[in-house]
């Protein structure tokens, strides 16, 4: 079967509840070695081809893609590791894709306000020592 190039299409098979995980992941490889990423992405991630998805994120981090690499932490949380997104920006930044890696800087960067939080000396009422009252 050759793969859906149209994308209704590919969405009729990724989406079609006859469709078996074997298929989908006959297709995600097809797309993989068209280097398709994302599409063989989204056929695994159906099939639930953990193998498929483990090549995709390796793919990611070789070549510092943080797109799919949101992609894959999307799907699973726990999937990508803080050090894995680091590495990822620093690949993206060497090869010349700043905005992959300013993504990781944002998406990692402190909620607006909580440095302030930090700073602040005053005590809140009721946070004294008791030693002072």
């Known amino acids: 079967m050759a793969i859906p190039t149209h994308y209704i299409k590919k969405r009729d098979l990724l989406h079609n509840e006859k469709s078996?995980?074997?298929?989908?992941?006959?297709?995600?490889r097809e797309f993989l070695a068209l280097e398709r990423y994302s599409d063989a992405l989204d056929f695994f991630e159906k099939a639930r081809d953990t193998a498929g998805i483990q090549e995709i994120k390796k793919i990611a981090?070789?070549?510092?893609?943080?797109f799919l690499l949101a992609?894959?932490?999307?799907?699973?949380?726990?999937?990508?590791?803080?050090?894995e997104w680091d590495a990822a920006a620093e690949k993206a930044a060497g090869s010349g894709r700043a905005s992959m890696?300013?993504?990781?800087?944002?998406?990692?960067a402190p909620p607006p306000g909580a440095a302030a939080k930090e700073d602040k000396a005053a005590e809140m009422p009721g946070e004294?020592?008791?030693?002072?009252?």
């Open 61 to 66: 981090l070789t070549n510092g893609d943080t």
């Open 101 to 108: 890696a300013a993504y990781v800087a944002r998406k990692f």
């Open 20 to 28: 078996s995980p074997q298929t989908l992941t006959k297709t995600g």
């Open 128 to 133: 004294a020592p008791l030693a002072e009252v």
């Open 71 to 83: 992609r894959l932490d999307r799907f699973d949380r726990l999937l990508v590791t803080r050090e």
